[in-house]
């Protein structure tokens, strides 16, 4: 009976859902305070009754409840109990049930955390919440409920998880994209709810930013989890391969950027608000699509679950009816949110919107290159491929035009710069990047490459025009250290996410350029040397997992004499499922990384393997972090956090009037 009481609790998760979809909207338009105050207590509720059904499906896999379809077909009575954790969002219904849960975390957060904003505001974004939670629980309780019984009789020791999926990477990456996919519905809301209430001003940004801020950096996160977890995992050296199922989060992710660069522009000068709200909307329909390119049975992929295509029918008609309600009640409101607010060519409101457009474009580039292969197949059944030339091409050029921006956003004032004061400001950053992008690679790397020099001079040109924003805002000062302290948190936040981008840039361009491989056949005893590195196999040695048998080999590295490490690289075979996997060995560094894969064995011992060597790497992911710590630096604000006079709820007929904000 555990999981009917599962099933029990998403009905009951539903039927709260309705109501919160319903009673706080219509006391929001009403005036009604009991209709409009019920909102909080229902979206704990929701919470509630949601996180007890992922618990009881939680318990379907520790306890190897194989009567429980999902559970039999994901897991394994072997399973290490860390895997069968995983495997609650390896397959589909699990991984929605888990995205419902945090949606209605999200929901019970906005509650929570939104006591400065006036209640019938408030009212709306969780009633729109409620309604995408009502649509969510609806679809899995038509088609894909997790807690589908297995009958007469279930297997006795389940099926088993895709070998690629028991690994930590797994653990962390889908909660983490997740979490950062399902905050922007939140951003959504707080979007539809001004247009339907006519509120969009600074204080409706300053309340919007915190949510967008930490959205997009949790779903930084995801998609710098997801490229580590490709990276060693699926055995191929890559970090980033233009996969259909890759893109839709970058698509998000590229939305999302413009969207936090966008609020900011709303909040200090009230102009771009009809692009905001737009952008909101944008960056809400890149996580629904990549739920449906995921959902759908389009797409045969480890990152995808291949379901039923009528689930995507359900998925698209989702998505169909609240992006198409929101554009068109957009198309409706836009013209109330004008703004009179004007500024010069050379300005930072011109440099932002060259910044939202380059993203934009990038964004719809990315967009159209995974969806034109779909439906050119729909269209004609034929197939056509388009891979990493086309993004390459579109998407570099975009990147570089954007770093530059975000070296001269920082100098340029809000509505007008005089031209010779930017370019006073500029012309030695210029010059010092020049020098640093010419010099640095050919002392680290010893070899010219214009890629290299390309990179490294944006790269320095990004953190040199920090430097020298710094000093121009502590110039006055009585002392640097007071001046370094009067600065915003949302200040810093923003300048440690463009060092990021500096990080990661060099990151993406070194290792592009200069990485090498080798695949060899190798007897044991025998050496190969790529590189200034020195691979001696060793041999090989049976090994036993608790749900696999392996070949581990043993390779020593050494590099001008001196022993650097021993590698041990794998060769798996998982006992349920028969299926074969290779666990690669590397040697992480700060500046480079040793990458082994063992593949097939040969005749009289030999073994095939795949030997990589990975400058900079690192720098990729340690760049997203930096990037992901500047949004939640930007979000802590102090500014965000101070208590506003909650105003009343006010006449329906003045809903179409602004609020200022009230400190």
């Known amino acids: 009976m555990v999981p009917e009481f599962g099933l029990f609790s998403l009905i009951a998760a539903f039927c709260l859902s309705l109501v919160l979809g319903t009673l706080p909207l219509i006391g929001a338009y009403k005036n009604d305070l009991l209709w409009m105050n019920m909102a909080r207590p229902l979206a704990a509720g929701i919470f509630v009754f949601l996180f007890i059904s992922l618990a009881v499906l939680a318990h379907g896999f520790f306890t190897d409840d194989f009567s429980i379809r999902f559970v039999a077909q994901h897991s394994n009575s072997l ?24 949606l209605s975390a999200w929901t019970l957060a906005v509650g929570v955390f939104s006591k400065n904003i006036p209640l019938d505001f408030l009212a709306r974004v969780m009633g729109l919440l409620g309604l995408l939670l009502s649509a969510y629980i609806l679809f899995m309780l038509a088609t894909s409920n997790p807690f589908d019984r297995l009958v007469p009789m279930a297997p006795i020791n389940g099926s088993d998880l895709n070998p690629a999926l028991q690994d930590f990477g797994f653990i962390v990456h889908p909660p983490a994209l997740y979490m950062g996919y399902v905050g922007f519905s939140v951003v959504f809301a707080f979007a539809v709810a001004a247009l339907l209430s006519g509120r969009l001003d600074a204080a409706w940004a300053r309340w919007c930013r915190p949510w967008a801020n930490v959205s997009w950096a949790i779903l930084t996160i995801g998609i710098a989890l997801g490229s580590w977890w490709a990276y060693y995992e699926l055995g191929w050296g890559g970090w980033w391969a233009w996969d259909p199922v890759e893109n839709p989060p970058l698509i998000t992710w590229l939305f999302g950027t413009a969207l936090i660069h966008s609020l900011a522009v ?27 390119i995921t959902r759908s049975g389009l797409l045969t992929s480890v990152h995808a679950f291949a379901s039923d295509p009528s689930r995507g029918i359900f998925i698209l008609g989702i998505l169909g009816s609240v992006i198409g309600c929101s554009l068109l009640l957009f198309a409706l409101r836009a013209h109330r949110l004008k703004s009179d607010v004007g500024f010069g060519m050379l300005s930072r409101e011109t440099m932002l919107l060259a910044n939202n457009a380059i993203l934009v474009v990038a964004g719809a580039s990315v967009l159209l290159g995974t969806l034109f292969p779909m439906v050119y197949q729909a269209l004609t059944g034929g197939l056509i491929s388009i891979g990493p030339p086309y993004f390459n091409t579109i998407f570099a050029p975009l990147m570089v035009l954007l770093v530059i921006l975000l070296g001269v956003g920082p100098f340029c004032r809000w509505k007008k710069t005089s031209a010779q004061y930017l370019l006073r400001q500029l012309m030695q950053v210029a010059v010092a990047s ?74 993406v361009v070194i290792t592009s350029t200069f990485s090498s491989e080798k695949s060899v056949l190798l007897l044991p005893g025998q050496a190969t040397q790529l590189g200034k590195y020195n691979f001696t196999f060793n041999g090989t040695k049976p090994v036993e997992g608790p749900n696999f048998v392996a070949d581990e080999a043993s390779l020593t590295v050494d590099s001008n004499g001196k022993t650097l490490t021993t590698l041990h690289p794998q060769r798996r075979l998982y006992t349920a499922s028969g299926s074969r996997s290779t ?17 097939d064995p040969g005749r009289g011992g030999s073994w095939s393997m ?42 329906k007929n003045s809903l179409a009037g602004e609020l200022s904000p009230v400190i």
Not at 272 to 284: D, G, Q
């Open 79 to 102: 399973l290490p109990v860390r895997y069968k954790l995983t495997a609650i969002w390896g397959g589909h219904e699990g991984s929605f049930l888990l995205w419902t849960c945090m």
């Open 266 to 292: 709303t909040e200090k000068r009230g102009v771009f608000k009809s692009w905001t709200i737009l952008l909101a909307i944008f960056a809400f329909s890149g996580s629904l699509l990549g739920t449906f």
């Open 434 to 507: 020049i020098i640093l992008g010419i010099g640095l690679p050919l002392l680290i790397v010893m070899e010219f490459s214009l890629a290299a020099t390309i990179a490294v001079t944006l790269a320095a040109w990004i953190v040199l025009s920090i430097g020298r924003d710094l000093l121009n805002k502590t110039a006055n000062k009585p002392t640097r250290m007071k001046g370094l302290r009067s600065l915003s948190m949302s200040y810093y936040g923003m300048q440690t996410a463009h060092i990021g981008i500096a990080v990661m840039l060099v990151g």
């Open 583 to 599: 666990e690669m060995a590397i040697d992480a560094s700060l500046f480079r990384d040793l990458f082994i894969t063992l593949g």
């Open 610 to 651: 795949t030997i990589y060597i990975k400058p900079f790497i690192r720098w990729i992911w340690f760049g997203a972090i930096l990037i992901a710590g500047g949004g939640c630096m930007s979000a802590a604000d102090k500014r965000y956090r101070r208590r506003r006079v909650r105003s009343k709820a006010i006449d």
